[in-house]
């Protein structure tokens, strides 16, 4: 079926009229939804090309078709190799290039497939896209952060994924923006693999970090305290923590468990000799 729709596939997604390119990507979806016709679309370069160039299109509904469609092709382990490991990839980064929205556009789509499995995940991290996300998440311009931001609250798996890949410094960077949901939810991904030797290693080893964990005073909001505090009791009941921390750091995470979330340290005063 799918190979007598080629011709008007390839027409339908190049017209000019939005209504015809979004009749013709739903048509394509169907396709893509049928095991035995999926493959005509996966070896057919031009077809997906066009389906890639619908992203950086200005019709909202049209980029969100495409989005759709190219998700579901890379549910497949062929669907993946075909956007990362061959010219289609090349096609993404040349709509990235288009201007601000077609970049977050394909953000979008690498942070669906990514959230799929750590296998995915892969492909989109080998691709780069995942570290130029994570890098403009940790930048300097507002705007952008922001943006990247709403993308990738709408998933915290990939949260999950990018930490078992390993990129700890980066994860600092995006606990230390001014963004509470963002701050909150990567500190909810090391509460969530808390209690693994691995993580916990990873953690320990990475610099800054333990000091960051017993330290009261750094969150400033309610939401903040509660999410570290739930970070630090995860850490606290762990059974290799004592070993892979040491001693002194265990028993601090156990005063800052007893302490409670909202424990306000007293600050020390010095009497000042000959004042009245």
């Given at each position: 079926?799918a190979?007598?729709?080629?011709?008007?596939l390839?027409?339908?997604?190049t017209?000019?009229?939005?209504s015809?390119k979004?009749?013709t990507l739903?048509q394509a979806?169907?396709i893509?939804e049928?095991s035995d016709?999926?493959?005509e679309i996966?070896?057919?370069?031009?077809?997906?090309k066009?389906i890639v160039?619908?992203?950086?299109g200005e019709n909202?509904?049209?980029?969100?078709?495409?989005?759709?469609?190219?998700?579901?092709?890379?549910?497949?382990?062929?669907?993946?190799e075909?956007?990362f490991?061959?010219n289609?990839?090349?096609?993404l980064?040349n709509?990235m290039?288009a201007?601000?929205v077609a970049?977050?556009?394909?953000?979008?789509?690498?942070v669906?497939?990514?959230?799929v499995s750590?296998?995915?995940l892969?492909?989109?991290t080998t691709s780069g896209?995942v570290t130029?996300?994570?890098?403009?998440?940790?930048?300097?311009d507002m705007l952008?952060r922001a943006?990247?931001?709403?993308i990738?609250?709408?998933?915290?798996?990939?949260?999950v994924?990018?930490f078992i890949?390993?990129?700890?410094?980066?994860?600092?960077g995006?606990r230390?923006?001014p963004?509470?949901?963002?701050?909150?939810?990567?500190l909810?991904v090391?509460t969530a693999?808390?209690?693994?030797?691995w993580?916990q290693?990873?953690m320990?080893?990475?610099p800054?970090?333990?000091?960051?964990?017993?330290?009261q005073?750094v969150?400033h909001?309610?939401?903040?305290k509660?999410?570290?505090?739930?970070l630090?009791k995860a850490?606290?009941?762990?059974?290799?923590i004592?070993?892979?921390?040491g001693?002194?750091n265990y028993l601090?995470l156990r005063t800052y468990l007893?302490?409670?979330?909202?424990?306000?340290k007293?600050?020390a005063t010095t009497?000042?000799?000959?004042?009245?």
């Amino acid at each position: 079926m799918a190979r007598n729709l080629r011709v008007y596939l390839r027409r339908g997604l190049t017209h000019p009229d939005d209504s015809v390119k979004l009749l013709t990507l739903s048509q394509a979806g169907r396709i893509v939804e049928n095991s035995d016709a999926v493959t005509e679309i996966l070896n057919n370069a031009d077809l997906l090309k066009q389906i890639v160039y619908c992203i950086g299109g200005e019709n909202l509904s049209v980029t969100k078709v495409a989005i759709k469609s190219l998700s579901r092709i890379s549910l497949m382990q062929a669907g993946l190799e075909a956007s990362f490991e061959s010219n289609l990839l090349d096609d993404l980064k040349n709509v990235m290039k288009a201007n601000d929205v077609a970049r977050y556009r394909v953000y979008e789509l690498v942070v669906e497939i990514s959230s799929v499995s750590p296998g995915s995940l892969h492909y989109c991290t080998t691709s780069g896209l995942v570290t130029q996300l994570l890098r403009e998440l940790t930048g300097e311009d507002m705007l952008v952060r922001a943006t990247c931001r709403l993308i990738t609250s709408e998933d915290d798996r990939i949260l999950v994924f990018l930490f078992i890949l390993g990129p700890l410094e980066l994860f600092q960077g995006i606990r230390n923006q001014p963004f509470p949901e963002l701050h909150c939810a990567t500190l909810k991904v090391f509460t969530a693999i808390a209690d693994q030797p691995w993580s916990q290693k990873l953690m320990f080893n990475s610099p800054g970090f333990v000091e960051y964990v017993m330290d009261q005073s750094v969150e400033h909001d309610k939401a903040s305290k509660d999410a570290k505090y739930e970070l630090v009791k995860a850490l606290a009941n762990s059974k290799t923590i004592a070993e892979i921390f040491g001693n002194p750091n265990y028993l601090r995470l156990r005063t800052y468990l007893s302490e409670g979330p909202y424990c306000v340290k007293p600050v020390a005063t010095t009497a000042v000799e000959g004042a009245g």
